[in-house]
């Protein structure tokens, strides 16, 4: 019965059963002998190693009663898990491809082509989740930012603070996992060293001292005549204050944009500018008796620009001329009216929309202008909601202007100016009393609109301000 076992060996058989039990291929190796009892076999399968593919076919079995030589055996395994450890440590540390993704600049609007690398909001080495902003690019009218497509760690920046970016431009690159990325501190390691490099030119400067004083000294022997008086500047030389007093810093995408706008403006419409006051008593009674009512209905405070922009709608019915606007040879009549309405914001000025304001009742323009008004000082407005308007409104009052006259806001035609309320003497029924009095002034395109237009527009603004039920009435 052995010998038949043995034969079946020689002739390569795959799997033997021992005392009835299931005795898998172990090593693939030239025939080798000594005696190796049961404790042996339990050992080399628990020495087994996985995942090894190489080691799946073998020709020889270990039984009980063989010869096999125990040394080379115990070599065979010892590479066998080398080469199990150097898989498994080359495992650990690689990362494919799909671990590092791009951040790119989004969309930023039809009429926008590229930008400025404003700010970084975040540094290499820094985690980020996904959608957290990591930089700003300023255009010409919003600031718009970066996100991270993904969580994980800022590897590197590939773009520059002031570089001109276009949509789709890689900005970073996130790492997924944080591999490979280096820490932020040595980079501050690294600004100390550059910082005491610049040390050595100092001797050199002391090396110009002197020869400065070398180059002075003829000049310091010449003898000076006492009585000379100094030499008087002449009209032609202007006194300059010193260098040092001064600060060159580039001007912002948006600023440019406004003074281009602006200088445009002046350049195409013949600007023309009337106006008129207007006695706020009605007005500021009318929101004095009603504006707690108003915030508990509708949870925005009674302010004077809905009283305006509806007094404006009602003057643009009445005027249409004034909300259309001259292209090329024709005149386009809007028969919509969509009122910008300028605000102040410490990147720049810029105008959000106010859509349909003749739809609109005094709580939801209220309501409009206000969600407009925070997105414009938090810089998350839209290019759409900035997009478009054919009337301006432009309130100086709440700044303390007195008086001004207003620029056209391209390609509108006309623009209205408000400013601060002042207590002044009136003669109201043959007695001087004192009035909430205001100025506003209408800027007109004077190549569309003529005088007597622009006059009855401003009349109109300053009867509907004075008297607000005319809006109940429609007189």
Known sequence: MLGALRRKVAIGGSSASVSGKAIRPIISASR???????????????????????????????????????????????????????????????????????????????????????????????????????????????????????????????????????????????????VGVAPAAPAEKKSEKAASKPSPPAESVKEDKPKAKVEASPAAEKPKPPSSPPPKRTATEPVLPPK???????????????????????????????????????????????????????????????GFVNAAVSALQHQPIVNAVIDGDDIIYRDYVDISIAVGTPKGLVVPVVRDADKMNFAEIEKTINNLAKKANDGTISIDEMAGGSFTISNGGVYGSLLSTPIINPPQSAILGMHSIVSRPMVVGGNVVPRPMMYIALTYDHRLIDGREAVFFLRRIKDVVEDPRRLLLDV
């Open 244 to 306: 040092e007093r001064e600060r060159r810093v580039p001007m912002t995408r948006l600023r440019k944009r406004v003074a281009t706008r602006l200088k445009d403006s002046q350049n195409t419409f013949a600007m023309l500018t009337t106006f008129n006051e207007v006695d706020m008593t009605n007005l500021m009674k009318l929101r004095s008796d009603y504006k707690d009512a108003f915030v508990e209905k509708h949870g925005v405070k009674l302010g004077f620009m809905s």
């Open 32 to 178: 080798v002998s000594v005696n190796v009892g049961e404790e042996v076999n339990s050992r080399i399968l628990l020495l087994q190693p996985r995942g090894i593919a190489h080691v799946r076919n073998f020709s020889h079995l270990i039984l009980p009663g063989c010869s096999v030589g125990l040394a080379k055996t115990r070599d065979v395994f010892s590479s066998i898990q080398s080469e199990t450890i150097m898989q498994k440590s080359c495992r650990a540390f690689s990362s494919g491809d799909g671990d590092l993704v791009d951040a790119v600049v989004p969309f930023m609007g039809e009429s926008i082509s590229d930008g400025t690398l404003a700010t970084f909001l975040k540094k290499p080495g820094d985690s980020v989740a996904a959608d957290e902003p990591i930089a700003q690019i300023e255009t010409d009218k919003v600031t718009i930012d970066v996100v991270s497509p993904q969580a994980g760690v800022i590897q590197e920046y590939v773009a520059k603070e002031g570089d001109t970016v276009e949509a789709g431009a890689k900005i970073a690159v996130i790492s997924k996992s944080g």
